[in-house]
C-alpha cells in the first residue's frame, strides 16, 4: 500500500501536463481547489496492478487551531462535477483507505467540521492518477510461413520486397476514468520504451535485438550452420513515468492471429557424384 497522504490546504491554478508524460513530474496538477494536489513526486501516481493507498487529513484547523470533530469523505463521479459516495474505499474519521483505484484520474475531497463554529466548512481535495495496463499487439509485413523463411548462408534478407518488418502497437488495456476539468489522456500522451526479443522456438532462449517500437530483421550470414533454427519475435512495452507491469506482445502474421515464426535454414551440401 502506498505512502500515508497528508491533506493540505490548495491553491487555485490549472493543470499542466508536459507531453509525452516521461517523469512523475511531468504529470502535474497544481493545487487548485476543485482538481486537489500535484502529482509531480509520483506519490499520487500509481499503476493498475497496485492501486491501492491511503489518504489522511489534518486534525486541527490550521485557523482557529480546534481539533475537527467529524469527517467527511467524498470522492468525484465519473464524467461529472458532482462528488458523491467513495468506490473502492472505507473512510474511518480522518483516514481513508482505497484498496484499489480504477485507471484514469479520481479526485478524492474531504470536509471537516468543528463545533459550534456558524461557518460553512471548507473542503480539501486530492487528485490521483493510475496507469492503465497497455495491450501490446506486433504484425509482421508478409503474410505467409514461406516469406519468413531464409537461407543461413545469406542472412536475414535486406531487398525492401523480401525484409521482414514487424510494426508494434500498444493501446490502453480500456478506457481510463475521466473526469471535467482533468485532461482526459490517451496512449499518445505518455512516452513508451520498448525491447524487441528473438526468441528461439527449440530452447525458449531470448536475445534483445532492439529497442523501437518497429523492427526489421537483421541477421548476419552464418556459413556452415548445419541445423534449421526457427525464432519467433517478441515486444515488451512500458511506461517510461513509473515502472508497472510487464506488457508483452508476440509478432503474428499480416492479417492474421497466427504467430510468425521466422525460420533459418542451412545450405545444402553438394550432392556426390559416382561412377557405376
Excluded at 85 to 96: D, K, Q
Excluded at 216 to 244: F, M
Excluded at 250 to 275: F, Q
Aim: proline share 7%.
Amino acid at each position: 500500500m502506498a505512502g500515508l497522504l497528508l491533506m493540505t490546504a490548495l491553491q487555485a491554478t490549472a493543470q499542466t501536463v508536459t507531453k509525452p508524460v516521461k517523469v512523475p513530474a511531468d504529470l502535474y496538477v497544481t493545487a487548485a481547489p476543485t482538481k486537489g494536489t500535484s502529482t509531480n513526486d509520483g506519490t499520487t501516481l500509481f499503476c493498475a496492478e497496485n492501486s491501492g493507498f491511503t489518504l489522511k487529513s489534518s486534525t486541527t484547523d490550521p485557523v482557529t487551531h480546534a481539533t475537527y470533530t467529524g469527517y467527511t469523505w467524498e470522492e468525484q463521479q465519473t464524467g461529472a462535477a458532482t462528488f458523491g459516495p467513495v468506490t473502492s474505499g472505507t473512510a474511518t474519521n480522518e483516514t481513508l483507505v482505497i484498496t484499489s483505484a480504477t485507471p484514469g484520474w479520481h479526485t478524492y475531497r474531504v470536509t471537516a467540521a468543528l463545533a459550534g463554529n456558524a461557518c460553512p466548512p471548507e473542503p480539501a481535495y486530492y487528485n490521483v492518477y493510475v496507469l492503465p495496463k497497455l495491450v501490446v499487439t506486433a504484425s509482421s509485413n508478409k503474410a505467409d510461413a514461406a516469406s519468413h523463411t531464409y537461407c543461413a548462408e545469406n542472412g536475414a534478407p535486406t531487398a525492401p520486397a523480401d525484409a521482414i518488418t514487424f510494426t508494434g502497437s500498444v493501446a490502453f488495456d480500456g478506457t481510463p476514468n475521466a473526469l471535467p476539468g482533468l485532461e482526459n489522456l490517451t496512449i499518445n500522451d505518455f512516452e513508451v520504451t520498448y525491447t524487441w526479443q528473438k526468441i528461439n522456438v527449440a530452447t525458449s532462449a531470448a536475445t534483445t535485438v532492439a529497442s523501437t517500437k518497429d523492427y526489421t530483421i537483421v541477421e548476419a550470414a552464418t556459413p556452415g550452420a548445419t541445423t534449421t533454427t526457427q525464432y519467433t519475435y517478441e515486444l515488451t512495452a512500458a511506461y517510461s513515468v513509473k515502472a508497472c507491469g510487464t506488457y508483452k506482445g508476440t509478432a503474428t502474421l499480416n492479417g492474421s492471429t497466427t504467430t510468425a515464426t521466422v525460420t533459418v535454414t542451412p545450405k545444402p551440401g553438394k550432392p556426390t557424384i559416382t561412377i557405376q
